[in-house]
């Protein structure tokens, strides 16, 4: 059972003090209008609508000595974090500082919900470990660096792979309780200046996962209980594997491969993400140097390879080599 913090917001400054949402001006009916392919077809992944077997890792958005003003970012990626768990069974940690300094959060101001949620869609997402948040910051400045070409173009390339969809929800309790059947929400509360994600209910309370830690020693939690009549804007994300076409692999190999992490951290950031589950043997490490070099020339790969075909390829010249 979670604390419930019932009188936090009521005693504390942290009730008036903007953490990092720009209010959109527009009504609940004017912004339902922009959603992104979130439609009827939608499969329920939780039809008790809560979502706690699934929480992402903890990561605070005040880094020892300054506010990033990025909870719309941390929000939203503990949002796809927790989907990305409940659909595919893998703990994925998106770069949270990659989101802010793309859709351009500002120090002092945040950011409106939907322009990080389209940045998500358009410019697609980093992993922790390749552009991680600093351990501590002098200043808010500090957080937003620029980020070198080379990430930005592996980012945008994963949206070969990766669909990243949302809708506006209305924020009405029944709403909020039928959205949670599909997905946890992104969700705004403290008088319409910070963005949390809403994992499941309570009653009439949402279930409230913070980038911020309360409470004291020994005992600090970012979870807690929170009014659903207090929620000003709800959004809901999907993120969803592209299809691919079925892989040829030699059988004779066996069962597959069980070295996931290995392999993801050797070439998790190239396009081949998608089938590291699938093949049937570890690469070789000729395979690793020639897909991590970059080379989409299938003989410079795997040239006498005895025609062990199970790199699946995106370029137009795999095609017209016909080899797949």
Same mark, same amino acid.
């Given at each position: 059972?979670?604390?419930?913090?019932?009188?936090?917001?009521?005693?504390?400054?942290?009730?008036?003090?903007?953490?990092?949402?720009?209010?959109?001006?527009?009504?609940?009916?004017?912004?339902?209008?922009?959603?992104?392919?979130?439609?009827?077809?939608?499969?329920?992944?939780?039809?008790?609508?809560?979502?706690?077997?699934?929480?992402?890792?903890?990561?605070?958005?005040?880094?020892?000595?300054?506010?990033?003003?990025?909870?719309?970012?941390?929000?939203?990626?503990?949002?796809?974090?927790?989907?990305?768990?409940?659909?595919?069974?893998?703990?994925?940690?998106?770069?949270?500082?990659?989101?802010?300094?793309?859709?351009?959060?500002?120090?002092?101001?945040?950011?409106?919900?939907?322009?990080?949620?389209?940045?998500?869609?358009?410019?697609?997402?980093?992993?922790?470990?390749?552009?991680?948040?600093?351990?501590?910051?002098?200043?808010?400045?500090?957080?937003?660096?620029?980020?070198?070409?080379?990430?930005?173009?592996?980012?945008?390339?994963?949206?070969?792979?990766?669909?990243?969809?949302?809708?506006?929800?209305?924020?009405?309790?029944?709403?909020?309780?039928?959205?949670?059947?599909?997905?946890?929400?992104?969700?705004?509360?403290?008088?319409?200046?910070?963005?949390?994600?809403?994992?499941?209910?309570? &009653?009439? /309370?949402?279930?409230? $996962?913070?980038?911020?830690?309360?409470?004291? *020693? !020994? #005992?600090?939690?970012?979870? =807690?209980?929170?009014?659903?009549?207090?929620?000003?804007?709800?959004?809901?994300?999907?993120?969803?594997?592209?299809?691919?076409?079925?892989?040829?692999?030699?059988?004779?190999?066996?069962?597959?491969?069980?070295?996931?992490?290995?392999?993801?951290?050797?070439? &998790?950031? /190239?396009?081949?993400? $998608?089938?590291?589950?699938?093949?049937?043997? *570890? !690469? #070789?490490?000729?395979?690793? =140097?020639?897909?991590?070099?970059?080379?989409?020339?299938?003989?410079?790969?795997?040239?006498?390879?005895?025609?062990?075909?199970?790199?699946?390829?995106?370029?137009?010249?795999?095609?017209?080599?016909?080899?797949?």
């Amino acid at each position: 059972m979670l604390n419930l913090f019932k009188n936090l917001f009521k005693k504390s400054k942290f009730k008036n003090q903007n953490h990092g949402v720009i209010p959109d001006p527009r009504s609940y009916e004017e912004r339902r209008l922009d959603w992104v392919g979130i439609g009827a077809e939608e499969e329920v992944l939780c039809p008790n609508g809560q979502w706690d077997n699934y929480l992402p890792g903890f990561e605070p958005q005040f880094l020892k000595w300054a506010e990033t003003y990025a909870c719309t970012n941390f929000s939203s990626a503990n949002c796809l974090e927790t989907l990305l768990k409940r659909k595919y069974g893998i703990e994925y940690n998106l770069s949270d500082r990659k989101s802010a300094i793309t859709s351009g959060t500002r120090c002092n101001w945040g950011n409106y919900l939907q322009r990080v949620a389209d940045d998500w869609r358009h410019t697609g997402f980093l992993y922790e470990f390749e552009f991680p948040n600093p351990t501590e910051i002098k200043r808010c400045e500090d957080y937003y660096i620029p980020i070198p070409q080379e990430l930005l173009d592996r980012a945008k390339s994963r949206l070969n792979e990766w669909e990243i969809n949302y809708c506006w929800i209305n924020s009405n309790e029944q709403a909020i309780k039928e959205a949670l059947k599909y997905a946890p929400l992104q969700v705004v509360i403290n008088n319409g200046t910070h963005a949390v994600m809403c994992y499941g209910y309570e &009653g009439n /309370k949402a279930k409230i $996962y913070d980038s911020y830690l309360y409470g004291g *020693n !020994p #005992t600090y939690l970012c979870t =807690y209980l929170y009014d659903i009549d207090k929620i000003t804007a709800v959004m809901k994300y999907n993120i969803t594997k592209k299809e691919t076409p079925k892989i040829r692999v030699d059988e004779k190999y066996g069962d597959k491969t069980d070295d996931f992490d290995l392999m993801f951290k050797i070439i &998790g950031w /190239k396009d081949w993400l $998608y089938i590291f589950n699938q093949i049937k043997r *570890n !690469p #070789t490490k000729r395979e690793f =140097y020639g897909l991590t070099a970059g080379r989409w020339d299938f003989e410079s790969v795997f040239k006498n390879k005895n025609g062990d075909i199970w790199l699946y390829y995106t370029k137009p010249e795999a095609k017209e080599k016909k080899l797949i």
